[in-house]
């Protein structure tokens, strides 16, 4: 068989796995318009194999590529149906990542994001995956993904304000904006992130900790890459840089939350923090980076009820615990920080709902009562009568944090595990998506009087 009429039996066999699943309802919100989205696609590479030229293996090549990418892309889709993940959150996270993900073209009518959701399996499986940059489809289509492990963490799943970093650099036309601040204000300033030979030299440099040399040293021993060949051969600095750009978006989206979140995924699996990764920087320099950015938005000078107050420094306290004091880590002095954190900060803006706001005075104190008498934390209260109030969903999260922070939460008789705490806010979501649907429904009903 030649390799186009190879390529034309798997489009067929593509067919007939669309038919046989996605055809019919998966996941919350059916599978239909994914359904549609997938046959479009198939549609156009059908198009293409009728008139390729079998000679031209760069084309025979790209359409292969097309159909791999389907066929990874509908076993996800189907995938997604079991449902092993936090429905309250993720319905909740599309909702202040859909307009920031929604691709606007020069041509054509802006592609708005179609989001499923899977699990898989290890705590650095937490990732969003989206389409390639080619015109087959009208709608762009992000994979979200959670660890298994985790399905009802909501705390934790903070994290994935990094990977709409990730998700939206996709984006041509975010791309060339986020480059042009980052680059402007971050990179291009730093005498030592500037360019791979400034960085090889601070990685290979005398005043380095002894844990890294001995990194080092292995990665040179086992795999015989040195300074020379280290961005050739094993890292990629493109990469490096972009983790500390959604490091910033992640920050501005989740708020301290995110902070916790990250630290604590990230020292999990690099408890000092100066592992050498291909494709990540140094733990401890990304931790020390955001510490300093969460001091520029001013997140630990919030000051709080007497109530909370005390769990709020214990928070803040465990936080600035993680920060490495060698100063070989602090190479981004705080000028640039707060130069690249304000400028993020006015585009995410223009974005509705993607920044973290600010909570309201009295808010968070409400909402961690509530988990410490082991209530989910909601916007309503019993005051001469019931009383419903908006909350946006990143500050019952927050919430969770502090009152794991709380001393209460340690003392065995009134002990509140971490475990208890997620789910305890993950249902704290659920219902206050009910309570906006009710708010809303009421504010329409007097509009139209």
Same mark, same amino acid.
């Given at each position: ?5 190879? +390529? ?5 066999? +593509? ?30 590479? =059908? ?17 292969? =590529?097309?159909? /791999? ?10 995938? @997604? ?10 319905? *909740? ?19 708005? &994001? ?22 087959? #489809? =009208?709608?762009?289509? !992000? ?17 994935? #304000? ?13 791309? #060339? ?32 900790? *002894?844990?890294?040399?001995g990194e080092l040293n ?25 983790e500390f750009l959604c ?9 301290? @939350? ?8 990230? %020292?999990? @699996? /690099? ?32 000051? !709080? ?21 060698? &100063? ?13 954190? *304000? ?7 223009? !974005?509705?709902?993607? +920044?973290?706001? =600010? &909570?309201?005075?009295? *808010? ?15 916007? %309503? ?19 969770g944090w502090i009152a ?46």
């Amino acid at each position: 068989m030649k390799p186009v009429d190879f +390529l034309i039996n798997e489009a067929e066999n +593509l067919q007939f796995v669309l038919d046989q699943t996605l055809r019919y309802d998966y996941g919350l919100d059916g599978s239909r318009e994914f359904y549609e989205e997938c046959c479009a696609r198939l549609k156009h590479i =059908k198009s293409e194999l009728k008139i390729i030229d079998a000679a031209d293996v760069e084309v025979v090549c790209e359409v292969a =590529k097309d159909i /791999d990418d389907l066929s990874e892309l509908i076993c996800r889709i189907e995938r @997604s149906s079991l449902g092993e993940y936090s429905w309250p959150f993720v319905e *909740e996270f599309k909702e202040i990542s859909k307009e920031i993900c929604t691709e606007i073209r020069d041509v054509g009518p802006p592609r708005i &994001p179609k989001v499923h959701v899977i699990a898989e399996g290890g705590l650095s499986s937490y990732s969003i995956y989206s389409d390639p940059n080619r015109e087959l #489809g =009208k709608r762009r289509i !992000f994979t979200i993904v959670f660890p298994r492990t985790l399905k009802h963490y909501v705390l934790l799943h903070t994290i994935l #304000g990094h990977e709409v970093g990730h998700a939206i650099y996709n984006l041509p036309k975010v791309q #060339g904006k986020l480059d042009d601040i980052f680059l402007t204000h971050f990179v291009t300033p730093n005498k030592i992130f500037k360019d791979q030979k400034t960085v090889v030299q601070w990685l290979y440099s005398a005043n380095a900790p *002894e844990d890294v040399r001995g990194e080092l040293n292995k990665l040179e021993i086992d795999h015989s890459i040195g300074s020379k060949d280290f961005f050739f051969a094993f890292a990629s600095y493109d990469s490096w840089i972009q983790e500390f750009l959604c490091d910033f978006i992640g920050l501005l989206m989740f708020g301290p @939350s995110f902070l916790a979140a990250h630290t604590d995924l990230l %020292y999990s @699996s /690099d408890p000092n923090g100066d592992g050498i990764h291909d494709d990540h920087p140094f733990t401890a320099l990304r931790v020390n980076i955001l510490l300093t950015a969460a001091e520029v938005l001013g997140y630990d000078q919030w000051v !709080f009820d007497q109530r909370i107050q005390s769990a709020v420094n214990d928070f803040w306290k465990d936080l600035f615990a993680k920060r490495q004091t060698d &100063p070989w880590y602090d190479i981004f002095p705080k000028s640039s920080i707060k130069q690249t954190i *304000e400028h993020l900060k006015e585009y995410l803006a223009t !974005f509705e709902g993607a +920044l973290y706001p =600010k &909570p309201a005075i009295g *808010e968070i104190e409400k909402l961690v009562t509530k988990i410490l008498d082991r209530c989910p934390p909601v916007g %309503y209260q019993y005051d001469n009568g019931p009383q419903c109030s908006h909350v946006d969903f990143r500050q019952i999260i927050f919430a969770g944090w502090i009152a794991h922070a709380h001393k209460s939460t340690k003392v065995k008789k009134t002990k509140i595990t971490f475990s208890e705490i997620n789910r305890l806010c993950e249902h704290g979501i659920m219902q206050q998506a009910s309570i906006k649907l009710m708010l809303n429904n009421k504010n329409k009903r007097t509009r139209s009087k």
